[in-house]
């Protein structure tokens, strides 16, 4: 059963609707008690990294999600939030991975946002790519990226320089993409999440 983390940052529609077409039960975290209903956790996030920040942090949630000991992943946003610090607001964040969130240098020939599809590459073995193919295409809308770091990413992608498609640490997972529009291949990682 899966948690999803509302904190009012979070595009829920098309993670519940994902999660139902795919039969995985989940429900809502509003406080902490609700953790204990469940045995793994999303964090969803969209748009401005610090302005998500500023509203987890209203929730009061922050010290328990930096203690959690279950699988906990955090996508688009709620992957960045994870890190120390993001140039978007000049943030500082859950650093629960020390690295960095940088923003996309513009230029003729790379438009940011980065939107659209994008090839994934894996830079680890994880059960959480299990099934899915080196190369595979997932869906992108973001102009931060994670830095790259041989340490914590799990997969990465190019687009202008190689960033953190994905990022992993104990029970900690983060995917930049949204799997939840990424077809086949992201409804493979969101069972894959839902049997960690």
Known sequence: ???????????IFSLTA?????????GMINKEEDFELYDRYIIPGVGHAGAAMAKLEQTGLVPK?????????????GMQLLTSHSEEGDSDLL????IK????AAGTEYKVPHTGWNKVYPEKENPLFENIPNG??????????????NTFTL????YNNK???SIWRDNFYGVQFHPEKSGAYGETLLKNFSKL
């Open 136 to 149: 595979s295409h997932f869906y992108f809308v973001h102009s931060y990226f994670i830095e790259f770091d």
């Open 65 to 77: 999600i930096k203690s959690l000991k279950k699988p906990t992943l955090g996508i688009c946003v």
């Open 163 to 165: 960033f953190s498609a």
């Open 155 to 158: 997969s990465s992608t190019i």
């Open 18 to 26: 994902a999660l139902e077409r795919l039969g995985i039960p989940y």
């Open 1 to 11: 059963m899966i948690g999803i983390i509302r904190y009012g940052a979070g595009n």
């Open 95 to 98: 650093e629960i991975f020390p």
């Open 101 to 104: 969130t940088l923003k996309f």
